[in-house]
């Protein structure tokens, strides 16, 4: 399995929450990676510090030119599903979409249109408009199932701390 999100359209000033938001629900459902369109390191500098306490592999790489990120993409034979609430509705499409090499586009303000056309997939979480975080949280937990993987049992190797599972309480340890 091979996943990697491209963050389009991020202000910097607006969106620093959300975009963080996507980078840890993409790490946590098993993306390798995000490619962020925007010059804002903030998001790489909060995301490495999660990385050094919670452990995994996963990076964010400031990109300058998205089009050009898609193209090497699909030269390199990988596939491409933006998530839009305009799309092809998730269930519809599921089936055809592959786990390996696949970039998912995220918008955050109003996407250039070009992407519809670039996309191999254009993908709705439902046809209502909600939240890049939640959409990509259902996708990506629809494509794990789909290929009979379960993203909630990943281990996370290098990091600092764990949480031990309480049914009441917090437990955390050192490891
Ligand atoms: N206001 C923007 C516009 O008019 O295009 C969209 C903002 S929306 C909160 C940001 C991103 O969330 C979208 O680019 C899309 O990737 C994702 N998103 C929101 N609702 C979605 C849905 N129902 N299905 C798939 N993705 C969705």
């Given at each position: 399995?091979?996943?990697v999100?491209?963050?389009?359209?991020h202000?910097?000033?607006?969106?620093?929450r959300?975009?963080t938001?996507?980078?840890l629900?993409?790490?946590a459902?098993g993306a390798?990676?995000m490619?962020l369109?925007?010059d804002?390191?903030?998001?790489?500098?909060?995301?490495?510090?999660?990385?050094?306490?919670?452990?995994?592999?996963?990076?964010?790489?400031?990109?300058?030119?998205w089009k050009?990120?898609?193209?090497n993409?699909?030269d390199a034979?990988?596939?491409v599903?933006?998530l839009?609430?305009?799309?092809?509705n998730?269930p519809?499409v599921?089936?055809e979409?592959p786990?390996?090499?696949?970039l998912?586009v995220?918008?955050?303000?109003?996407?250039?249109?070009e992407?519809?056309?670039?996309?191999?997939?254009n993908?709705?979480?439902?046809?209502?408009?909600?939240s890049e975080?939640?959409a990509l949280?259902?996708?990506?937990?629809?494509?794990?199932?789909?290929s009979?993987?379960?993203p909630?049992?990943?281990e996370?190797?290098g990091?600092?701390i764990?949480i031990?599972?309480k049914?009441?309480?917090k437990e955390?340890?050192?490891k």
């Amino acid at each position: 399995m091979r996943i990697v999100i491209l963050r389009l359209g991020h202000r910097i000033q607006r969106d620093q929450r959300i975009t963080t938001h996507v980078g840890l629900t993409a790490r946590a459902f098993g993306a390798e990676g995000m490619l962020l369109d925007s010059d804002d390191n903030g998001i790489e500098k909060s995301i490495s510090e999660v990385l050094q306490r919670w452990g995994g592999s996963f990076y964010v790489r400031r990109i300058t030119n998205w089009k050009r990120e898609v193209k090497n993409w699909k030269d390199a034979g990988g596939k491409v599903l933006h998530l839009t609430m305009y799309g092809m509705n998730l269930p519809d499409v599921i089936n055809e979409i592959p786990v390996e090499n696949l970039l998912i586009v995220i918008g955050a303000e109003k996407v250039p249109p070009e992407i519809y056309g670039l996309a191999d997939w254009n993908v709705a979480v439902g046809n209502q408009p909600h939240s890049e975080v939640a959409a990509l949280a259902v996708v990506m937990d629809r494509l794990h199932a789909a290929s009979g993987r379960e993203p909630l049992k990943a281990e996370f190797s290098g990091g600092e701390i764990e949480i031990i599972p309480k049914r009441a309480g917090k437990e955390v340890k050192s490891k």
